[in-house]
């Protein structure tokens, strides 16, 4: 039986991954999954103004740093480091087992996260933007 396959707003999705995504993750981890799904934002503040920001998702025990940006005026300060080890916290009270993020490899962000206690786990060559993209971790627990 031939389908049409059509372009279509993402959002406009989210009702049929939500009623069939239980049995895809079953299919795909070959084990019943409860996914647990959430977003936290962490800010550090200079007096009234935001010196950096970072967003932290948790999924199936996994730490994903999202982003991580500190003004150019407040940088080698500690604060980004600040900011990452909220979100370790955070990540350690949820269980997650590891913490992962993308940047550009051999970049000062590879710098940045190395010194953070995390490792490069693998380099995916011309990734994004035709840049190699260091995958780097942190064991938690």
Known sequence: MP???LRVEAAALD???KANER???RTFYTFPVVWH?????FAAYDGETIAGAGILRVAAS???VERL???PSHRRAGIGRAIVEQMNDVANYY????MTVEVIHESSAQRFFE???YGVEAVLPQHAFKLDVAMMRKYLL
């Open 37 to 41: 799904e959430a977003r936290y934002g």
């Open 3 to 5: 389908v049409d396959v």
């Open 23 to 25: 049995e895809a993750l």
């Open 95 to 98: 269980n997650c087992h590891k």
């Open 15 to 17: 009702a049929f991954f």
């Open 115 to 117: 010194g953070c206690s």
């Open 62 to 64: 996994l730490g994903y």
């Open 69 to 71: 940006v500190v003004e």
